[in-house]
């Protein structure tokens, strides 16, 4: 028995050994969006058109303590509990239309459990401006109050944040957003399981129900074959899809590959997707 508690913390700092930390999260996307589909005009004649378009962005979000993989280099505890400040940039390429927006923002956690945010985005020569305060009940569930001002309107939810802890590694996470005004719910969750080795999966579904419109859903799952390399598929109601892929060519430069399309869009669709991310 003495053996086995002497051994106890020694197999804790081996299960824990594999982990990395980060403090900061750097990330450029970049689509180029493709679409081709025939245009019947007034004498009846189809004609071949296509619509091209450009979008990128660049995004660095900065935490005041570490942040602990768990396992793959890219997934991290369900619900953060760590101060944060972040910074946005994104371009929009449309024929002859160029459209740049700009965000910032942060939040900040203190030590009695509750949560104040606060941002602004500029997007399309109009301000947004958020606010949000909430409560760390306990490390797995925390409920927060979002305003969001959009100089013709004030839009208020609450969101409910859950996670709940299968194992060591493994848990099932649960956000529900709820706004009155629009009626607009938003139910997702997500599932992380380590399956054997450096092989782990995830599997997130989110339902959402919008008065006077269809409910949506989208699914997205990604397999990791190890902490530096996955695969990822989504799809969702509407027929989008997306096949991608992730690798970390050592632990703080990753490269994104993606293709993205529709099923039931007239003609043809074709997304293509290039991301970067650093991790310091």
């Known amino acids: 028995m003495r053996f086995k508690l002497a051994a106890l913390p020694l197999m804790l700092v081996a299960a824990t050994a594999g982990a990395e930390e980060y403090n900061s999260f750097t990330n450029s996307t970049y689509y180029n969006y493709e ?6 005009g007034s004498a009846g004649v189809a004609k071949r058109e296509s619509f091209d378009a450009d979008y990128f962005n660049l995004g660095t979000t ?11 280099l890219k997934e991290f505890e369900y619900i953060n509990k760590v101060s944060n400040v972040s910074a946005g940039f994104s371009h929009s390429n449309f024929g002859s239309e160029d ?12 030590s009695n459990g509750i949560i104040v945010g606060a941002g602004i985005y500029d997007l399309w020569e109009s301000n947004v401006d958020y ?5 760390l009940f306990s490390p797995d569930f925390l409920v927060k109050l979002n305003h969001v001002d959009n100089d013709s309107d004030n839009e208020f939810s609450v969101e409910a944040r ?9 848990y099932v996470g649960f956000n529900l957003s709820v706004d009155e005004e629009s009626d607009n719910r938003i139910l997702s969750s997500k599932y992380f399981v380590h399956l054997s080795g450096e092989q782990y999966l995830t599997a997130e579904l989110t339902y959402n129900s919008i008065k006077e419109f269809d409910d949506f859903w989208a699914l997205s799952t990604e397999f990791f074959f190890s902490q530096r390399t996955s695969v990822e ?3 969702n109601e509407q027929e989008d ?11 703080n430069i990753a490269v994104e590959a993606a293709y993205l399309s529709n099923n039931d869009v007239k003609g043809d669709l074709d997304i293509y997707q290039l991301g970067l991310t650093v991790q310091l």
């Open 35 to 40: 679409h081709t589909y025939s245009n019947t």
């Open 62 to 72: 900065y935490f005041f303590g570490g942040k602990e993989t768990l396992g793959p």
């Open 99 to 110: 459209i740049d927006s700009f965000t910032v923002g942060g939040e900040y956690f203190a």
């Open 131 to 135: 606010q949000s305060i909430g409560y």
């Open 162 to 170: 859950y996670n709940h802890q299968l194992n060591s590694t493994d």
């Open 233 to 235: 598929f989504d799809y």
């Open 241 to 251: 899809y997306k096949l991608g892929m992730t690798h970390f060519f050592n632990r």
